[in-house]
């Protein structure tokens, strides 16, 4: 039996309304679901920080699913907050953007999911915009659409041809979900866009040469029922098991 390529995932980290005011690492399994179909095998990183941890971390897989979560702090892109942040907790904050670097820096693959592709963005130097209705006038779309069954498929997003995206979705129009009130507004050197929302927002990134960051605003573990989600992890793995062989 092919071994599986060992994909790390980052899981939030509660410090508020929790039990006895002990922290939770706390992640959706939709995230694990969706590496296990892909072919993953998913492992769950906990967000410690110091006796280098993340390079441990990094050591230890072949891949990296940087997730979904609450909003970076905008003085890390030299912003004051906008009353609408719902801030990360300064340990997963710190430990994401540290396995982040360690992972890059061993050339290893990595998908951005929402958050994560916010992260991906802020960690090389680009801005995001705080909150999107001020941002993007008029408002031609709902990017904040969950109801109680979660995010649900929204709105339509144009990937640009050429693009890996492009490759991986065999397509270059595609339905997606949306649940983000926060965008990239100036993109980090060394990324470039691949994909839009027809209000101009921007729905994903990728390394310029588009190889080893894949990054996402909408949700695709809520959807790999459809091949052109699915293929997202299955990319992230099929580099993974290149990189680990
Ligand atoms: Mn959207």
């Not at 971390?57 to 909003?71: E, F, K, Q, R, S």
């Not at 912003?79 to 942040?85: G, N």
């Not at 983000?180 to 050197?189: F, K, L, S, W």
């Not at 190889?211 to 052109?228: F, K, N, V």
Request: glycine share 10%; charged share 25%.
């Amino acid at each position: 039996m092919p071994s599986r390529p060992r994909i790390g995932i980052t899981p939030n980290y509660r410090t508020k309304d929790v039990d006895q005011g002990i922290p939770r690492v706390d992640l959706s399994s939709n995230y694990t679901r969706a590496v296990a179909a892909a072919g993953g095998l998913p492992i769950v990183l906990v967000p410690l920080t110091g006796d280098g941890h993340a390079g441990h971390c990094a050591d230890a897989i072949d891949g990296l699913l940087l997730t979904g979560g609450p909003d970076i702090d905008p003085r890390r892109y030299g912003q004051e907050p906008h009353e609408t942040i719902n801030p990360l907790a300064a340990e997963r904050e710190e430990f994401d953007r540290a396995i982040f670097e360690a992972v890059r820096a061993k050339g290893k693959p990595i998908l951005g999911i929402c958050l994560g592709h916010q992260e991906i963005n802020v960690a090389l130097g680009g801005s995001l915009h705080q909150h999107l209705p001020d941002a993007v006038r008029p408002q031609l779309i709902e990017h904040r659409w969950v109801d109680r069954d979660g995010p649900l498929p929204t709105h339509e997003v144009t990937v640009l041809p050429g693009t890996r995206l492009a490759a991986i979705m065999q397509g270059e129009r595609l339905i997606t979900n949306s649940s983000h009130h926060q965008g990239v507004d100036r993109i980090a050197p060394g990324l470039r866009a691949s994909a839009f929302a027809e209000d101009g927002v921007l729905e994903a990134l990728e390394s310029e040469d588009g190889d080893q960051i894949l990054s996402i605003q909408w949700h695709p573990e809520y959807m790999i029922g459809e091949r052109a989600h699915l293929a997202l992890f299955e990319d992230l793995v099929a580099r993974a098991r290149r990189c680990a062989g």
